[in-house]
């Protein structure tokens, strides 16, 4: 049932645009840093977010993941404009290719994975946003997708993702007409789960990741996936992967732990076996 992600091997710490730092609770915080440029995407930036979930995805001490923009102004503020602006209609193809690749690399990591939005998420900033499970936002955030302003469409995947996750109505209106929204307007759709005041955001969105981490993670990854396949079928279809997901936890260690810490009230203590 689980998509395998691509293996590689490779030193976090050489990363030049995305830091990472794991915390004792095994929440790796995630920053994408190029200050110069509001932490636009290019090619590299794409990249490295790629190679870091890879390996994040498969490091046991890892139980979570939150990404975030280095700095208040912005989350990630899109692609980069400039690098973007002679690209030949081939060259743009494979750019988009790209980026959905790098964001269904995300959108796979078998753990949770929390955008924390600390202030311009646009173009494809929001599409990075989208494709993370879950999103935590400033109330001083401004997201959108303005690609239409520069004769443009979403090209990572944002013309499908904003769909699924709010309606094709929101993603109509957003996509067609370019405008920036609150970040209180994207809660109201749907687009963000919670919003909290400026300057805590990574540290909410840590917090949940921390309150997901506590609880089973076999079953975590299992609803994760669940949820993703679901989401490409009809619900016949997923109501049937769901049935085989909840059988298989019967054969883990972490169910039987799970049960008896309820029947005992006591907290259990998950293996993620």
């Avoid at 989208?130 to 997201?143: D, G």
């Avoid at 094709?168 to 970040?183: F, K, N, Q, Y």
């Avoid at 009809?234 to 769901?242: F, L, M, Y």
């Amino acid at each position: 049932m689980t998509e395998t992600l691509p293996q590689e091997s490779d030193d976090l710490s050489d990363l030049e645009h995305v830091l990472v730092d794991v915390d004792e609770d095994g929440i790796a915080l995630v920053t994408i840093s190029r200050p110069e440029a509001l932490n636009a995407l290019n090619e590299e930036v794409l990249s490295e977010i790629r190679e870091a979930v890879i390996e994040l995805a498969v490091d046991q001490d890892v139980r979570g993941l939150v990404i975030t923009g280095a700095g208040e102004k912005a989350f990630v503020a899109g692609a980069d404009i400039a690098a973007m602006a002679d690209l030949t209609p081939r060259e743009a193809r494979e750019m988009s290719h790209d980026g959905q690749d790098c964001f269904s690399v995300l959108e796979a990591c078998p753990k949770p994975v929390i955008a924390a939005i600390n202030g311009f998420a646009l173009g494809g900033g929001l599409e990075l946003a989208l494709a993370c499970h879950l999103r935590v936002a400033s109330e001083s955030a401004q997201m959108g997708l303005p690609e239409v302003t520069l004769g443009l469409i979403p090209g990572f995947g944002g013309t499908q993702r904003l769909s699924r996750i709010a309606s094709p109505a929101i993603a109509r209106e957003w996509i067609l007409t370019g405008d920036m929204v609150s970040a209180a307007e994207a809660h109201r759709v749907g687009v963000v789960n919670r919003v909290v005041a400026p300057g805590v955001v990574v540290e909410e969105a840590k917090k949940l990741a921390k309150t997901i981490a506590s609880r089973g993670p076999v079953a975590v990854q299992a609803a994760l996936e669940v949820i993703r396949m679901g989401l490409e079928m009809g619900q016949a279809a997923g109501e049937s992967c769901e049935a085989d997901a909840f059988g298989m936890m019967f054969s883990t260690e972490d169910m039987r732990e799970g049960t008896k810490a309820f029947l005992a009230k006591r907290s259990p203590e998950f293996q993620g076996r």
